[in-house]
């Protein structure tokens, strides 16, 4: 492995691009740049994406979804108005502590579907820690410092020791693996900066 000089501004860019815990900032730039994710010769890269222009440049299927009724799609973009309308709330758009904010977040996600939160937070975990558990004690037993915090309405409990960058992970993760529009993630990251 190589080592290379970057600048603040670069490596605040490649920071910030960060869509998993964990990630490598090669992980990171191979995916920006759309490159496999381990190592191959340049040949393969190229035709690699020549085959991914080729896929996208097929017309796509129409999918008749007849037997989905309206009122599901219409129940889903009511529960992201309510989303947006949190994220509207003076709690968002004055300064406010990012752990306020954390959790704040955090129990909207849990009322817009418990279903969907829970699977998500069985998913997002960090490489050596856990950061949602059903209780205190099952945090706790990953040191005395993670400051775990009960989210509000919620039967599940969260670290709040993390940055505020790791926060901002944290949360986009779990509406990510939700399946929330990208619009609001995207949205959800600027304020976690």
Known sequence: MKNIEI???LYHYIASRTQSIGESASDILRRLLRLPSSPQPFALVQQNVIDELKEMAKPKEKKHLHHEPLVKSEVKRSSNEQLQKVLDSALFTEPAKGVVRFLTLLEALY?????AFAKA???VTGNSRTYFAKDEASLLKHGNSVKAKQIPSSPFWVVTNNNTNRKGLIVTNVMSEMGLPEKLIKRVQDLFV
Not at 111 to 115: A, G, L, T
Request: proline content about 9%; cysteine-free; hydrophobic content about 10%.
């Open 121 to 123: 937070t069985e998913m």
């Open 111 to 115: 009322k817009h579907n418990p279903d």
């Open 7 to 9: 600048d603040d501004e």
